[in-house]
């Protein structure tokens, strides 16, 4: 590793000219240096700067930001005093980007070949008689399936966390000598992170890569990182190897972050941190953090600290940084009371999803399709007050139950059944304006439900007016009340989307769904996008409504430690199939159906020392084979003829948890671990 910074960023300040003419600075005397062959990680709740200081790194400012003083260079070159077309050349070439949105990186009417190869003839030496080829091994290098047919489609016909997977190959095309990731892996499903971050690790031993790593995910960052920066209100507050940070932190600020962690192991929602960070150019003469510090005293408010070098190899900003061991952790509650007996207040009666064209063949005999259900033969209740999540890979058919229970995709066989009543119409344009009111559905991006031209005010009226008709009065009233209980408040009315941090932004989604006082909520990935103290303000929120109104939830999410603090019970997808449900507690307990363990064994955890255990020779499915279980081609217990051919039974375990699989539950207690390979090992 040459001791020459590759990327040397020295004391960087970027902002913006506010209303009243003062300079409001985003990033403040930012420092930060790395080599070849080195991955930094930054860190830090949203709004801290860690995007912005990483675009700063290839020369790029968002529009109305603007350098204040220092210089950031890339191998001797002045990022902010090249031309354009110096630029062009370093960029997706010797510097790639991996953004967290991939959906604004990849262009709408180009076919994923095409933009590929675009990539690799500006960026790369490949010759252009090889570009299909180095196409097809950068989409399987990204653990896509079916590469080749990938090529012929567009953007808008894959998932988002296969878009993210093409964002990653576009980046790698060039080989480039330092790649910048924003939120790389915030829309995969965990095995699929694992295997990408192994990826990455692979990547930078073997080229010397460097890299700048942005992540909310500690455990992503613990894997693949060997320094972290913690950025606070554009500053930076603590930086040091790995190991250190993520151990024994000496900022109440990281510790914090430690703590608002949801923890595998631990069936409790975490304590978020309080307040909020202050907004550019408001941090005050003093610490930024002193606000919400319970170390804080009167020399943290008037003076500033610098940054100084401590014995453990850490740099920190902080008066009392000697003092934060005496924090200790911070307080947990314990989440999820037992949920209330009753009657199922959703049902779904072997439900089935297609998204297969009908040929027109069956069309005109009348007859069913012939395809592969995308989603087949689920059977599934929730009882009123119930938090059941789904689980499982992108492609597993999860969103696809969420979107034929809120009527958005017709079922192609069986029935959802609400409240013990008919089955739903099978689109919204069928149900009853009573049934679209008791089935609310909170999406993974804000962005894509909140109009950015309506107010907060005219976006929780529309809920409010429709199912109840109030008056204008009554409509306000209701609405600060529902601010208030997502802890926003009424001076966030007049506010439009845009004016709002992500967290909040999900906030007013969920006041909104609230505000139809639903019986049941469709919770889709609702806090993947988040930061890690925002994410448990948001649990805890959600649980506290919960516990509150009866409300039940169908809960989405890849995050397996968040759906262990929230979850009451736990079914398992795989390829469209149920293979396990029942309690939480005994689905993250052995024994479990060895998907299952697929999937608990790739969660990362803030822990440098931990390695998600992976299959040694893992696959990548399309689809269901024809017959026996669905899991057969990747079991590491696959017993042969019997899970090739017949479809496994359900095994009955104690307490309602069952799982599908010839294996006896009883001889379900190896773990996988004993018989796969350990990652990284």
Known sequence: ??????????????????????????????????????????????????????????????????????????????????????????????????????????????????????ALRLHSAVPAAQHTQRVLELLTQVRLPDPAGLLRRYPHELS???????????????????????????????????????????????????????????????????????????????????????????????????????????????????????????????????????????????????????????????????GTASLGAAAQRVARATAPAGAPVLSLQQLGVSYARPRIVDQLLGRKSSATLTVQGIDLEILPGETVALVGESGSGKSSILKAVAGLWPAAEGQVRFGGQAALGGSVETRSRKDLQRIQLIFQNPDDSLNPRHTIADILAQPLELYFGLSRSEVHTRSVALLERVRLGAHYLERLPNQLSGGEKQRVAIARAFAAEPELVLCDEVTSALDVSVQAAVLDLLDELRAQRGTAYLFVSHDLAVVRALAHRVAVLYQGRLCEVGPAAAVYAMPSHPYTEVLLGAVLEPDPDHRPTLLADDVIESSPPPRGCAFQRRCPRHLGDACDAVTPPWRQGVAGHQIRCHIPIAELSRPIHAITETAGA
């Open 160 to 322: 988002g966390g296969q878009q993210q997977r093409v964002a990653i190959a576009m980046a790698l095309a060039g080989e480039p000598e330092a790649l910048l990731l924003d939120e790389p892996t915030t829309g995969l499903d965990v095995t699929t992170q694992a295997h990408i971050l192994e990826l990455l690790r692979e990547i930078n031993a073997r080229t010397g890569t460097a890299m700048v790593y942005v992540s909310h995910d500690l455990g992503a960052i613990a894997r693949v990182c060997d320094r972290v920066v913690v950025l606070y209100a554009g500053e930076v507050i603590l930086r040091g190897a790995t190991r250190q940070v993520l151990s024994e932190p000496s900022h109440p600020y990281a510790r914090g972050l430690l703590a608002s962690i949801p923890r595998l192991s631990d069936a409790r929602i975490p304590a978020a941190l309080d307040g909020r960070p202050p907004a550019p150019g408001e941090a005050g003469a003093g610490c930024g953090f002193a606000p919400r510090c319970a170390m804080a005293q009167e020399r943290c408010r008037n003076e500033r600290p610098a940054l100084r070098p401590l014995a453990n190899g850490e740099i920190v900003r902080c008066h009392f940084a000697e």
């Open 1 to 118: 590793m040459s001791d020459a910074p590759l990327i040397d960023i020295r004391d960087l300040s970027v902002g913006f000219t506010g209303r009243s003419g003062a300079q409001r600075a985003v990033l403040r005397n930012i420092d930060l240096q790395v080599r070849r062959g080195e991955t930094v990680g930054l860190v830090g709740e949203s709004g801290s700067g860690k995007s912005t200081l990483a675009l700063a790194a290839m020369g790029y400012l968002k529009t109305g930001l603007r350098v204040l003083g220092g210089k950031a260079t890339f191998a001797g070159n002045d990022m902010f005093g090249l031309d354009g077309v110096a630029l062009q050349r370093l960029r997706g070439g010797k510097i790639g980007l991996i953004p967290q949105n991939s959906g604004q990186s990849l262009t709408p009417t180009l076919r994923i070949g095409a933009q590929l190869a675009e």
